[in-house]
Each structure stands twice: as C-alpha cells, then as structure tokens.
C-alpha cells in the first residue's frame, strides 16, 4: 500500500479542483508529530476492509486561509466557518483515498469527521498502525496531513 | 433506524464500568446544549461507518482519566502518558462496541475505525451540522465525564 | 515450570489490561508472555513454551486470522489453544476464528469471571 502516493494524489486533487490554491507535497515526516500549538485538525474515520485514520493538521493561519479560498471571504479568526471547512476538508481527502483503496480491491467507508482547535494539545493514535504524514505547503504556510492505516 | 440513543449510550457505557473497569457510575439526563470547550482534559474519538456514518466520543477530566486508567492497569499514574491515552481510547472502542451491537439488534450495521486521542489544558472539539448528537453525563467518584454520539442525519 | 500465557494485542496498554484480568480472575498461571502481532507471536514461539494464547483480532503486520492460519499449519504449535480477543466480533468473524481452530473468543468489555469460564478449562 503506497500510502504516501494515495495522500499526495487524494490531497492536491481537492486543492487543484475545489480549493484551487497552489500545492506543493514534501516527502514523508518521520519523526513522531503528535504536539500542536494554535492548530486546527481535522479528523475521520476509515472503516470497512482497512481500518484506519486521516487527520489534517493546520496551524490557525493556514487554516483561515484554507477557509478564506474555500468560501471566498476574509476570515480572521478560527471560527465554527473554519471548523466546518476544515472538517469537510477531512472528509473530501479522505473520500478520494476511500475511491484509491476501494479500486485496489477494498471496501472502505467513511464516518463523520470532527474537529479540534486549540492554544495547544496533542492528538495521538491508540494503535500502531502504518502511519504515513506528509507536509503540503501553501502561500500561507505548511500543513499535514497524516494516514493511518490498520490492516 | 428507531432506536433510544441515550439508552444505547448509557447500557454501552454502564456495561464497561460494570465489567472491565468494576467502579460505579450513575448516568444524568442527556445534555441540551452542546459542550465542545474542555481544559485538562483527555478526549477519546472513534468515527464509525457501514449503514450510517458517525463518531463517539468521550470526554474526560485529567482526574477522571487517570481514575479510570488506575482502576484497569492496577498502577498509579501521574500524567497523561501513552498509557492513559491508550486507556482513553480502549474506553471509546468499547463503548462503541457497546453501542454496535445495539444497533445491530435495530438491523444496523456499523464498522468502527481506530481511536484518536486528544489531550491538553485547552481545546475544543466540533463537529459538523449535518449530524445529530446525544451527549450523556456520568458521574463517578472522582467527577464527571461526558459519552457524545454523533449520527449522520438522514436527508 | 508452572503454565505460561501468551497475550498477543497491537496496544501495549491492552496487554497490560489483559494481563490484570487474568490476575484477578484467579487462573492457575505462573507467567504472562507478550507479543504485539501475529508475526511476533509466531517469532516468539518458536522460543517459547506456551500452554494458552490470548490473541486480539485487528492487529498491523500479521492479524488474528493469519496467525491461526499460520499457526495451524506449524505442528510444533498448532495444539496450543487460542481464545479471541474481540471488540467487534459478529458471529461471522467468531466462526471465522473457529474454523480456523480458535478456541473460543471472549468479547471485550469482559468481567474476570468470563476470563475464568473460558479460560479455566482450557489452561
């Protein structure tokens, strides 16, 4: 399972077409991400065939500024607008690699996704899972965007 | 799908408390406003999908988190480590368990994807507005935590 | 020596759970061996004696299900019996783990009670 292709085609496929903001896809973080200071992530479930995660992280910069181009206004705080956006975000990431892993012979569904923000918090996953995290960047600063996958 | 979430909630959560962990809680009425603001807390998620979509979650003070990982592991804990996140997250995989087979008794099928866990002495944690919740308090001795479950809402 | 457990669970915190059940059920066990997926365990056996296995159902590398395939294959250790852990399990995936010689499963949340049931026949 190449999940560092799946993440890098998935992700700039939706900045390409509905974001439309300039992308650009670093190689694989390696090293344990799991602290955030004034961040946004978002978060979905994978189910089905593969058990798994997606989580895009963003500082709050990045994030209104993702939100900005998504629905076409200034945003200047990290509100319930950028919360959402985020979260659809998640999912529209996560709905691309479900039609990847899905055309590999698998079964995959999504769950809802939910959104954290905070000054500083950590986000961890329980099982040790294959976990990809791949840094993308923008005008407005880099984000990440991490697969876990189960099995 | 007809069926009594809060009585789901509360059965899925009272039967780990009961089994595993042997410390007793009594539940409270469903909360009417959404809580999404927590400070010192540990937050366990699990989403889930199959014939609907959605996400558990619970909410736990420090306090309450360690509690809970010091009555299954048998050991004192001091901080939020590996441990009690884990702990967090083996919570939100059971009671959704819990809840699966409820579900499954109403003809519903529901596969569970993998915990996240989060942590912090700030931060909130939303969801999206096509989607119904049912948030159920619990008490037990060393205070209160919250079981959220969240469900796509049909259109 | 006395009788050995083997606890097979991707989260080290689960095994660490499994293991206090098994002390409070009260088994006739001297000692608790860990392993974090299939293709640990079957590593690990090919050391170690083990009268009984745990074995959690989704794991990375190696899951559940391969390691009764692959152990059942093994003659060295195909007697030993397995009881499945599960948080899922449908009665699908328990016959699954059956037919593939799975002693039995036990599903999670668990009373130490359970753990005696199932297990105290088996070790």
Request: proline content about 3%; glycine content about 8%; overall charge negative.
């Amino acid at each position: 399972m190449d999940l560092q292709k799946h993440i890098t085609d998935a992700t700039t496929e939706i900045f390409e077409t509905m974001i439309m903001l300039d992308i650009n896809a670093g190689d694989p973080i390696v090293e344990k991400i799991n602290n955030f200071k004034r961040s946004v992530s978002g978060v979905i479930g994978l189910a089905g065939s593969c058990k798994g995660m997606l989580a895009i992280h963003l500082p709050d910069k990045v994030a209104m500024s993702i939100t900005g181009s998504f629905l076409g206004m200034d945003v200047t705080e990290v509100n319930d607008d950028v919360t959402d956006a985020i979260g659809e975000l998640a999912n529209m990431v996560a709905g691309n690699i479900k039609m990847i892993l899905d055309e590999k012979g698998n079964n995959v569904t999504v769950s809802i996704p939910s959104c954290v923000h905070g000054d500083e918090y950590t986000l961890d996953t329980v099982s040790d899972s294959k976990r990809v995290v791949i840094p993308f960047n923008i005008e407005s600063g880099q984000f990440l965007v991490e697969l876990q996958i189960k099995n | 799908m007809k069926t009594d979430l809060q009585q789901n909630i509360i059965d899925a959560t009272q039967n780990v408390f009961d089994t595993m962990l042997m410390l007793p809680i009594t539940s409270g009425e469903p909360l009417a406003d959404k809580v999404y603001q927590f400070k010192d807390s540990v937050s366990g998620m699990l989403g889930f999908s199959g014939d609907i979509q959605g996400m558990l979650t619970i909410h736990c003070p420090q306090k309450v988190a360690f509690a809970i990982t010091e009555q299954l592991l048998g050991m004192s804990v001091a901080s939020v480590d590996e441990d009690v996140k884990d702990t967090i997250g083996e919570m939100a995989n059971m009671i959704l368990g819990g809840i699966k087979d409820a579900f499954l008794h109403q003809g519903t099928d529901i596969n569970l994807a993998i915990p996240t866990v989060m942590a912090g002495r700030s931060y909130q944690v939303k969801g999206v507005d096509y989607a119904s919740w049912t948030t159920v308090p619990f008490c037990l001795n060393d205070g209160e935590f919250l079981v959220e479950l969240k469900l796509k809402t049909l259109k | 020596m006395g009788k050995r457990i083997l606890i097979i669970d991707d989260s080290s915190t689960m095994r660490k759970i499994v293991s206090r059940s098994l002390r409070q059920a009260g088994l006739d066990f001297d000692e608790i061996l860990e392993a974090a997926d299939g293709q640990e365990a079957l590593d690990l056996l090919e050391k170690e004696k083990v009268d009984l296995i745990l074995s959690d159902i989704n794991m990375p590398n190696m899951d559940g299900m391969e390691f009764l395939r692959q152990k059942k294959e093994n003659d060295s250790i195909k007697d030993i019996p397995v009881v499945m852990i599960t948080t899922e399990g449908g009665a699908d995936i328990i016959g699954e783990a059956k037919s593939l010689g799975a002693a039995g499963s036990i599903k999670k949340p668990f009373k130490p009670e359970t753990i005696n049931e199932v297990l105290s026949d088996l070790i």
